[in-house]
């Protein structure tokens, strides 16, 4: 249950659903983010670790550059873990 909420409490900021929509069509950079959505490269990053620590985003290293994309997997999961968790 404790996953769940991380993860639900995670896609509750209007800013985090926006990122996740690029998220799951690819990978993309924290600076392509900044610059798709006209904010910080900093605050993309702080969005990005939220979603890095609720388990939604594959992280992989290209160069210099880190690229971050939305494990689809786990959010289609997200569902059923939600109803298992209030069904104990």
């Known amino acids: 249950m404790e996953a769940v909420t ?6 509750t900021h ?8 690029n998220l799951s069509r690819g990978a993309y950079s924290t600076s392509e983010l900044a610059d798709a959505y006209g904010i910080t490269a900093p605050e993309v990053s ?4 939220v979603l890095r ?11 210099r550059y880190v690229l971050h994309q939305l494990d689809l997997a786990v959010v289609a999961r997200l569902g059923g873990d939600f109803l298992e968790s209030v069904l104990r």
Do not use: Y
């Open 53 to 63: 620590k609720a388990g939604l985003l594959i992280t992989q290293r290209r160069g």
């Open 14 to 21: 209007p800013m985090r659903m926006r990122l996740c929509r």
């Open 46 to 49: 702080r969005h990005l670790a």
């Open 6 to 11: 991380l993860r639900l409490d995670a896609l």
